[in-house]
């Protein structure tokens, strides 16, 4: 593990060419830390590696001047920690801030006194915002630093570089330390690179207030929603008649401004974690006596790989949203950072936004609505009754939703089409599937009916005829090609629709020839190998052995069957 941790603060350096190495101690620094200790407050913190990007990552410009690293989960040594001040001292002093574990306390407290013995001008202050360790459990130990530590350094490191004293940014992280409450949750303990052992939390099993270093939580509850999870920590987190918990001081007579951090643990995918931000904020909209002035988002201090993350919520006062908002070099700080906090999210379409209509009315009329009309509802039923075989065969060698996709792109159809128009009914049913299912399918439909939309209008006479038919799908299926390498012989549902199209645009042939083409292409796809598709990653054997065929070119084949039966 020391070998891990050696390489990843190189690599993190690599990364980053503001920072350097003390190779002996594993102390990174501020590259200009010379510099900044001449103008200002020096910032120095660290504690045990795992916790990445903390606190490495919090070292530049408007952050600490200096971080040191132990062995995962286990403090540095004074030793380690003394390098790091010496490198980083200011004549105007130095703040070392860490998170109240007794390892750190201990191990930086004996530096910090060696440094003082040396005639260094240095303090220390230790980040406890953890509510899960309540008044009564905490005792003497006092609450565990969590991630309001990102937020104390942000705040001490903007502040020292504005020029204030030693005094002055050790109140601010005081300050923060008072006004800041984090809850954290987990769906299993993380792991540690070497150990021999891995516990584990049951499948159906979370926990509430696991600490960063796999101690225990608060309780251990079912499985159950991030809505009623994330509610269950705000609840805690807010809650002034919980006298053990009531860390943060929320008077419900006036509105309290408050920054939200959500913090991931290590595990949590973007996805998930943008989903328990989305629930974190309604519920604190739903608290009348809270204002929210900053939503920050990200892995500010992990544990490894562990599947959570925290709450924390810092109630905030004067020109601290100033001072958060200030530009950092800190690589761990989002470069692009929430200035502001808007519950108004959802923007409203404007005329200048929606696709103008430009099709003429008298332009592509069909001699019969009720011909198109009867057209329409033949392919409709003969996709619904296939449906069935359609999931089958894409069960067998694909992801099985194609009958599904185009089941309900059929029972979708014909709302509110314009069937006196050709084209206005074309581009209609182009609009039903893009609106009612996805994927790959939806997509060829799409770019298929709208290519066939734009042919109609370009070959109307101006009304359209059969011709006129024949020659917009063979416009339709070039265009459709530009966007697809598939080709006949690639098994998909370009085996049913080119042969189709090709022979409908045969001299002499008929709607009966094109159909049977379609079908029969459909029917050769049994014995092909997959060239494009998901079908395409298996093995030309498994393909070949299961003699069914591909089931956008069976479900097209029927399509085009039922809507011939009708024309």
């Known amino acids: 593990m020391a070998c891990l941790v050696s390489e990843s603060i190189q690599g993190l350096c690599y990364a980053n060419p503001s ?155 005081q300050y923060t330390i008072d006004h800041a409450a984090t809850l954290g949750a987990a769906l299993d303990h993380c792991h540690v690179p070497g150990s021999s052992s891995f516990a584990s939390l049951d499948a159906n099993e979370l926990e509430l207030g696991m600490g960063i270093h796999n101690e225990t939580g608060c309780s251990k509850l079912q499985m159950m929603s991030a809505k009623d999870l994330v509610s269950k920590m705000i609840r805690m987190l807010v809650d002034q008649d919980d006298k053990d918990r009531a860390f943060l001081s929320l008077p419900a007579n006036t509105r309290t401004p408050l920054v939200v951090l959500v913090n991931n643990l290590g595990g949590i995918a973007q996805i998930e974690l943008s989903a328990v931000v989305k629930e974190v904020v309604d519920r604190l909209l739903e608290l009348p006596h809270v204002q929210i002035e900053r939503v920050l988002v990200g892995s500010f201090l992990t544990s490894l790989n562990m599947p959570g993350f925290s709450i924390s919520l810092l109630a905030v006062n004067g020109d601290m949203l100033g001072l958060l908002d200030q530009k950092s070099g800190m690589p761990v700080w989002p470069s692009t950072p929430a200035f502001s906090f808007s519950a108004d999210v959802y923007g409203k ?33 003969a996709v619904i009754e296939a449906e069935p075989y359609i999931t089958s065969y894409d069960t067998i060698l694909g992801d099985g939703d194609c009958g599904q996709t185009l089941k309900t792109a059929a029972l979708d159809a014909i709302p509110s089409y314009q069937l006196s128009s050709g084209p206005k009914t074309v581009l209609g049913i182009a609009d039903t599937i893009e609106h009612s299912v996805g994927g790959t399918s939806s997509a060829i439909y799409c770019i298929f009916f709208n290519a066939l939309g734009s042919g109609l209008l370009k070959y109307a006479k101006p009304a359209v005829d059969a011709s006129v038919w024949v020659a917009a799908a063979r416009h339709a299926l070039d265009t459709l090609m530009t966007y697809t390498k598939a080709r006949v012989g690639d098994r998909t549902l370009m085996d049913t629709l080119c042969p189709f199209i090709n022979t409908l645009n045969d001299e002499g042939s008929n709607l009966s020839e094109a159909v049977e083409a379609a079908r029969s292409g459909s029917q050769s796809t049994n014995n092909l190998s997959a060239k494009l598709g998901r079908t395409s990653y298996l093995s030309n054997e498994k393909v070949l052995e299961s003699n069914v065929p591909d089931a956008g070119a069976y479900g097209l084949a ?10």
């Open 349 to 381: 379409e404007t005329a200048d936004d929606k696709l103008v209509d430009t099709v003429d009315d008298n332009v592509g009329q069909v001699a019969s609505s009720k011909v198109l009309e009867d057209a329409i509802r033949g392919a409709v039923k």
């Open 19 to 173: 920072l350097r190495i003390l190779e002996k101690d594993k102390v990174i620094y501020y590259a200009q830390v010379k510099e900044m200790a001449s103008n200002q407050v020096t910032l120095v913190s660290g504690g045990g590696s795992g916790h990445e990007p903390g606190f490495a990552s919090y070292v530049g410009e408007g952050g600490l001047a200096a971080s040191v690293c132990g062995h995962v989960f286990a403090s540095p040594s004074s030793s380690q920690i003394l390098s790091a001040i010496k490198k980083a001292q200011s004549p105007h002093g130095t703040l070392v801030i860490i998170m109240n574990y007794t390892g750190d306390c201990l191990n930086f407290g004996l530096a910090v006194e060696r440094a003082k013995a040396c005639g260094i001008k240095v303090d220390l202050i230790a980040v406890s915002d953890d509510i899960a360790v309540g008044r009564s459990k905490g005792g003497k130990v006092g609450r565990r630093g969590l991630a309001a530590t990102a937020l104390a350094i942000k705040l001490a490191g903007a502040l020292a570089s504005n020029g204030a004293s030693l005094d002055q940014v050790k109140k601010m992280v």
């Open 558 to 567: 029927e399509l085009l069957t039922g809507m011939a039966q009708h024309l």
